[in-house]
């Protein structure tokens, strides 16, 4: 290769080079949720770093007017153009301490010892409107009944969050006192299926509770008592902010004329409502996180921990929230702890607003020390009684005691599969008690042989003489 070409060779790998650092250097962006808030909303600040393993951010600045409140940060994992981008995401809460227009100048942080600006802003801040009660709202209408009865729907929330559940459930209320039989009709299933795909919303994923008993309830409206019969109930989770809008559902039951004493149809009908959708507010992890109300349960197997030896750790989520959703992302190996992937197990009862989502993790302890875990156990959700994002996060800490150990081979759990994987199967073992056995059965076979010829070659040699 002459100098010119080894010149062009050497400017090419250059600028193959630059490109590939050009397409690794680290993104920081500075973010607010948004510009316009209730008083008894929560200002956002978020930094995002991305392509960097580090996440050093300065403290964030007093804001007037506001109360710095939580700081919280969360760890993403993306693929973009087949490559897997890690994200860090440090975000400040501020807390409005009045109504009123806040223009926020430009502030620095340092990010990773790298100093970066943010943008002037103006955040103005509303008192919020009075609103209905959000307890459970009852479609009732006695003044519709017929023959002592009418049907009703019932929403436990007037207005929910995107991904927040809100539970309908559909009931035939029939007065204590009536002189009328009435009964359910003999297709009563194939109206409560027309039903249900007449209520759910293509903006919404639904969860079904299953019943099986019609059994009525007592209960007093404008004092008259009524038995209540529940015959479908959902729960229902918002896909996007537009309004979910129920109509109005017909249900047949049968009476018995008292003239002909023959059964006849009776046609009950409900009321429509509609739930009003709120977005979430802006954040990095919007279309990420789950929105509800969660608390954390933690458990761990010993408070005796060596070196070497696993033990079992419990992050359980409790609560209310389309569960389904509900992920954590496993804790990354480090020099300190390994991490096996978790078994996990739903424990959702039948028509109970609480449930539970519970990750067991299998952990080898790999050096001596005191330890957080909440370095490595938390799980970012949208709080819908907060109105803003939340952390659960452990907040158990852990002494390790032993000798420090290089790696996973050296774990001594009594688990009999444990380091099977790191077996060297290329290795061929000699069993020397199994060749002793193996050469003295063929020593015993060539005795034999020999006896038998020294046998034969006597007789032969008897004879001939």
């Known amino acids: 290769m002459n100098r010119a070409n080894l010149h062009i060779f050497f400017t090419f790998l250059t600028f193959l080079v630059s490109i590939f650092a050009y397409g690794q250097d680290e993104e920081v962006k500075i973010e607010f ?17 991305k392509n960097s393993d580090k996440w ?23 693929t973009l153009g087949g490559q897997k981008v890690l994200t860090h995401i440090i975000s400040q809460t501020y807390t409005p301490t009045k109504e009123g227009a806040f223009k926020i100048i430009p502030f620095e942080l340092s990010v990773n010892g790298k100093l970066y600006s943010s943008e002037a802003t103006s955040i103005t801040v509303t008192a919020p409107k009075e609103e209905e009660d959000n307890s459970i709202i009852e479609t009732i209408s006695p003044e519709n009944a017929k023959n002592d009865a009418f049907l009703a729907m019932n929403v436990d929330k007037r207005q929910v969050y995107v991904g927040e559940g809100f539970r309908v459930f559909l009931a035939l209320y029939l007065a204590e006192n009536r002189t009328s039989e009435i009964a359910f009709s003999d297709n009563l299933n194939t109206q409560v299926e027309a039903i249900s795909k007449k209520i759910k919303s293509p903006d919404c994923l639904e969860e079904r509770v299953n019943i099986t008993n019609l059994n009525g309830v007592s209960t007093s409206i404008n004092g008259k008592k009524y038995l209540v019969y529940k015959f479908f109930e959902a729960l229902y989770f918002p896909l996007n902010n537009k309004p979910i809008n129920i109509p109005a559902v017909n249900f047949e039951m049968t009476q018995v004329n008292k003239k002909t004493s023959q059964k006849e149809p009776v046609i009950f009908t409900d009321k429509p409502f ?27 197997e010993t408070r005796k921990i060596n070196t070497g030896k696993s033990f079992n750790y419990i992050f359980k989520i409790v609560g209310d929230g389309n569960f389904s959703t509900i992920n954590i992302a496993p804790p990354t190996d480090d020099s300190f702890f390994d991490f096996y992937p978790p078994n996990i197990r739903d424990n959702h009862s039948n028509g109970q607003p609480s449930k539970e989502k519970e990750f067991r993790y299998r952990i080898i302890p790999k050096d001596s020390g005191r330890y957080q875990l909440e370095k490595y156990f938390y ?41 099977i994987d790191k077996l ?15 050469i003295s059965n063929l020593i015993i076979i060539c005795m034999l042989m020999g006896g038998l010829y020294l046998f034969n070659w006597g007789k032969r040699n008897k004879s001939e003489s």
């Open 33 to 49: 949720s948004k510009k316009n808030i209730l008083l008894e909303e929560n200002l956002t600040i978020s930094v995002s770093i």
């Open 56 to 78: 050093v951010v300065s403290p964030f600045p007093s804001i007037q007017g506001f109360t710095k409140g939580a700081k919280q940060i969360a760890h993403l994992k993306n």
């Open 274 to 300: 509609t739930v009003k959708v709120l977005d979430l507010p802006e954040h990095p992890l919007k279309d990420k996180v789950t929105a509800g109300n969660f608390s954390l349960v933690e458990q761990l």
């Open 379 to 419: 799980w970012v959700f949208f709080n819908t009684r907060k109105g803003q994002y939340d952390t659960l996060k452990s907040g158990i800490s852990i002494k390790v005691l032993g000798k420090t150990i290089a790696d996973k081979s050296a774990d001594t759990s009594e688990d009999i599969f444990a380091g």
């Open 424 to 438: 060297d199967t290329s290795i061929i073992e000699t069993n020397y008690q199994e060749v002793i056995k193996n």
